[in-house]
Every structure is written in C-alpha cells, then in structure tokens.
C-alpha cells in the first residue's frame, strides 16, 4: 500500500516532490521519483513496505527501461500471474514483488491487464516506446485515484490534496459536488470537491497520449447481477459449501505479508466470519484482532468482539474512548481529509486504524459483506414501502408524516422514529429515489433551500437513478443491492477506510471483495441473500458450521456515533462558514430546531460541520 502522484507537462520536479511528499502518511517507509524532462513525465511514490522489502521499490522499471510503473494497492494472484508469465518467456528480477507484475503482464497482455488482476490497486504505467500513460483502478475503487486535465498537464495523485501541491491544481469549489455532498452525505466518482479534478471511476482504466494530451477512459469491468437460471437440489448445502471456500480462499490471500497482519472485529457476522477463517490459517493464540468501544451502549459493539476473540483465541486488543476525548480529535481528522465525506462512522474507523496500527501494518476487515449479500436496513423496507405507495393516497400520507414529525426525537443508534421518519421521506417520491433521499442528509425540498436555487432531485441523484432504472432485474432487491454496491460501496465507505487507516500508514485488506467471490456472488438469485426479511440469508446459513448461533442471530448495529447527541447538547455546533453562495440561515435554523428537541438534523449538521472544518483547514485558497 503507497501513495502515488505525477504529472505530465513542463516541469523541474519540484512540484513531483511536493506532491509525493503530501503523501507521506501513505507510505512513511521510502519515497522514489522517476523524471524525464525531456518528455515532461513526472511519476512519484511513497512506500509502506508490505511485501518484498528489498525488491518492490519504486519507480519500478522493466530491465530495458522501456516500461515505467508506480502503484499504489495489492495484487493478490501475483504469485500466480508470475508463473504464467515466467511460462511465456518473462524475466523477473525481484523475488515476489506484486508490483513487478504489472509490468509484465502489460508488456504481454496490454490493456487487457486490469481484467487479469485480482486485488485492489490504483497505478500509472509509462508505455515510453509508445508515449503514453496507462493507468488503471481496481474493480471496486479500494484504492482511490484523482486526476485533472489542464491546459499545459496533466496531473494525477492518490489524494486531493497532494494533486493541489501542483501549482496548475484547480482551486474553486465544485458547486455540483456540494449539492450530491448534502444530497448524498458523499461525493461520488467522477465528482470530486473540485472543479475541474475528477476521480476515476471504480473498474476502469485510463490511456493519456503523452505528445496530444488525449485522454481516454474504458471501463474494464461492471458489478452486473446475473442470477443463475436453474438452482442445485440442495441450493443452501451446495451454494453454503462454496462460499466457505471461497471466503476462506479470500482471507488466505490477504493474510500473505512480509510484515505484521490483523484483523478488525466488531463483534457482527462479517468481521467474525473473517476472524474465523484467519484464525485457521494462523498459529494457534497469533492472530491480533482490534476493536474500538464507546460508553454509549447503543453505539458500543467491544463486548460482542470480546466474546468472538474468546472463541476463536486470538491475541484480543480493545480501546473504549469517552465522548470528549473523541470529539477532541475532530478537527485534526477533518484538517486531514483530502476532501469532505459526511459519514460519522469516519469517527471510530479513524480511531481504530491509530489504534490497530500501533502494533500491526496490515488489518482485514469485513468491508462489502453488507452490500453483497443484502445487509442493510433499507432491504426491510422495501416490501412495506411498495404496498404502502400502492395504497396510501399523496394527502394522507402527507398527514402520516406530519403525525410522524411530532414523536419525540431520539439519538439513539438507528432509533425507531429516525428510521419511521427518513422512510416517509422516501415515500414522497418515485421508487428510484427511495433509497438516497432515504439516507440523505437533507431532503430535496431542504437542498433548494440550502442552495437558494430550485433542486433537481434527478440531477442531485442522477448516479442512484441510473443504478435503479438500469438494472436488468425487476426485483426491488436487486435493484438495491446494485445501488450498495455500485454507489454506496465505492464511493462512501471503501473512500471512508482508505482515508482513515492510511493516515496511519495502515493498510485494509477486504476478503469480501475478492474477485472470485465477488463473482459468485452476483449469480446468486436474491431470494437467497434476501429471505422472508431476514438479511444475509445465505452467508448466515453458509457459516453455521463456521460462527456460533448468537453471532449469526446477532441484529446489525454498525459503526455509530452518538453526533446527535452532541449537536444537542452543544458540545458540536458550526465549526466554520459553509461557503459563499449557502443560505447560512438554513443552517442556522437546522441547529436550533435539533437543540430544541423538534427535528433531528444529525446528518445535515455533521455534514455541514464536517465542510466548514475541512474548508478552513486548507492550505492556500479555496473559492
């Protein structure tokens, strides 16, 4: 796992080292640069070591300095991918180095690459022979990748703020992303916070004529829900047995490092299930797992881990923060964002990736388990929701939702009435934008008044409503499952952990996202991911012989902070000026209503004090 950044253009290389060394967090073990004035190709990277210490340093070029690459991420079929190239005639220099591979692979297998790879990697290939750049993105954007086309450069970095050290970065704000910011409570690919940078897009690959500048994308791969059309006799034994195997195969390949690895339990299936299949392929009593605990019962999952730690005797590591002392770290954390993300779960998921990297450098997670298999609340409602916008007549349901506003606001974890009122809210509109109105920070009708302008809410959600309208099966479940993984995964929570473990220069590893399962995954019909309301039917019945009955039975709590709590009681409020052109008196009307106990406004106001903490964080000007 590193940090890479470059550009292409006129240059010295100061603005390459000023990049890299935005980076550093990334990779605090060693920093390469590779430079070619007289082309004006300029690659850099930062390395944390995890494999082949002595022979994966970079800038990595073939033997005959034809080919250049930096990388950032891991190939897990590496080893494989060598002996088949070794077969055909390829020379390797380092003993196992992953990196390597990508040189070789392109050199015999060109743009066809990226659909070879299986592991989570963003990187930059110089083609020097034939003056481009090739550079790719993994399957589902584990690893994150920005990039600006300007006038005179081209310019690309793993973070936001290290492609802004370049002195030709766009600078103003994105107006577009600020509304799918608040509308989504993230910004998704190819958007960014700025104008004019975009991100890549998950599952695709990039080619740059080095002389025009010409730039062209190609998308390599799609998450597509292909249902098989005939079931086995026994579709819950023969499909459990596969998933076993290839849940155990995923793991195996993501605990092979040249330095220290554990895993990270919350106590829920998916982490537990990951623990387990770890914990045979490590010596009895060696295997580290890590937890991070709150006060807040309804927010604290450390005894669940605990139990699950004992069960499966690993080396159990657990830290319990108070309130303040979490709190006290927000701004260094916003200060740290490359751009703003409005999910509190950053919170505990920074904290633990500090913790956990104290004594290990790579951790797995059970990341994607939620999106694959159905695992989220909003899969419950969509039977009751369809009857209900059958039947109910637009004024009633215009009355129900008053009646809904006048119960008392909870800030519990996923109280009652905070999941009564955002489903009503859903309701008003058509089924494609139940799901992101449903988890939206603000409502469409309160984004026109934040923004002072009338919202499309098409416009605003234009990536859910594609996901929706185009998926290829008719079932509600299907259709939410690709909207998890298509939109929600990528661009919400893998962005939130590459941010907060790599600030620590610690790298996540998701077994659930191996391609192999991931493959098999998507044929699965939905009838067995989604079961008569119950969640994750197949992987609890796949995992029976695997998990005890309480961690399977054990209902979803996620990864919560009390934020609520805290903009109540005051211990949060505006930590900066939204930017120019936002009604700051919504704002300020949003915070009183929550203080008061009359609306509950969490979302939007971490939101927005996430922006303003972030925004005057920056270094230099940001219009």
């Known amino acids: 796992m590193c940090g890479i950044a470059g550009c292409v253009g006129p240059g010295t290389g100061g ?27 300029f690659l850099g990277h930062r390395r944390l070591s995890v494999l082949d210490h002595a022979g994966g340093g970079q800038p990595m070029a073939t033997a005959d300095g034809q080919l250049v690459v930096v990388a950032n991420g891991e190939i897990y079929n590496h080893a494989d991918l060598r002996r088949e190239l070794e077969a055909r005639g390829h020379r390797f220099v380092s003993d196992h180095s992953d990196t390597e591979v990508l040189l070789h692979g392109y050199r015999e297998w060109g743009r066809e690459l990226p ?49 802004r050290r370049h002195p030709a970065a766009p600078q103003a704000l994105s107006r577009a992303a600020l509304r799918k910011y608040f509308g989504y409570g993230f910004i998704p690919a190819p958007h960014t916070i700025l104008d004019g940078v975009c991100k890549l897009p998950a599952g695709h690959s990039f080619t740059l004529d080095v002389a025009t500048r010409r730039l062209e994308l190609q998308r390599y791969w799609e998450f597509v829900l292909e249902p098989v059309g005939r079931e086995p006799r026994d579709p819950a034994g023969t499909w459990g047995e596969e998933l076993r195997a290839l849940l155990d195969q995923a793991v195996r390949r993501r605990l092979a490092a040249d330095v220290p690895v554990g895993v990270f339990l919350s106590g829920g299936i998916d982490s537990s299930a990951v623990t387990a299949f770890a914990a045979r392929h490590v010596p009895a009593g060696r295997l580290a797992t890590f937890t991070i605990g709150f006060p807040e019962a309804s927010f604290d999952e450390s005894e669940p881990a605990r139990r699950v730690a004992a069960h499966f005797g690993t080396e159990h590591h657990a830290e319990t923060l108070a309130p ?23 919170l505990p998921t920074w904290l633990l990736g500090r913790f956990t990297r104290r004594r290990v450098t790579v951790a797995l ?25 059958r039947w109910v007549p637009r004024p009633l349901h215009q009355a129900v939702r008053l009646l809904a506003a006048r119960l008392p606001v ?80 990528p661009d919400n929570m893998l962005v939130k952990l590459d941010r907060a473990t790599m600030a620590h220069g610690l790298e996540a590893r998701l077994p659930f996202l191996d391609h192999d399962l991931v493959d098999f995954v998507r044929r699965l019909p939905a009838r067995w991911k989604f079961r008569r309301g119950q969640t994750k039917y197949l992987l609890k019945r796949a995992l029976e012989p695997v998990l005890p009955r309480a961690v399977r039975r054990r209902p979803k709590k996620g990864f919560g902070v009390p934020v609520g709590a805290w903009f109540r009681q005051g211990a949060l409020s505006a930590a900066a000026p939204l930017p120019a052109g936002l009604n700051a008196d919504f704002a300020r009307r949003a915070l009183q209503a929550h203080q008061a106990g009359r609306q509950d406004q969490r979302a939007f106001l971490w939101n927005a004090w996430l922006l303003g903490a972030w925004g005057a964080a920056q270094p230099g000007r940001i219009a």
């Open 410 to 489: 909870s800030h519990r974890n996923m109280s009652a009435d905070f999941r009564l009122k955002r489903t009503l809210r859903g309701l008003s509109h058509p089924a494609h934008l139940w799901l992101p109105v449903w988890m939206a920070p603000l409502d469409p009708g309160e984004l026109a008044e934040l923004f002072g302008e009338p919202v499309d809410p098409h416009e605003v959600f234009a990536e859910a409503v594609a996901i929706w309208d185009g998926c290829r099966q008719p079932d509600p479940v299907d259709r939410t499952l690709q909207f998890f993984t298509r939109l929600y995964l």
């Open 324 to 346: 303040g002392e979490a709190r006290a770290l927000l701004p260094e954390i916003a200060a740290r964002l490359d751009e703003p993300m409005g999910d509190p779960s950053l």
């Open 115 to 163: 659909g070879r790879l299986n592991g989570m990697w963003a990187f930059v290939l110089y083609d020097r022979p034939n003056g481009r750049l090739f550079g790719s993105r993994d399957r589902f954007g584990e690893k994150p990748f920005f990039y600006a086309e300007r006038p005179d450069a081209f310019l690309f970095a793993s973070e936001l703020g290290a492609l």
């Open 15 to 41: 603005a390459l080292e000023a990049m890299t060394d935005a980076l550093a967090h990334r990779g605090p073990d060693a920093a390469g640069f590779w430079r070619e004035a007289a082309g004006g190709v």
């Open 365 to 389: 997670g059970g990341d994607g388990g939620d999106e694959l298999f159905a695992g989220y609340d909003p899969f419950r409602a969509l039977r009751a929701a369809a009857a209900y916008a």
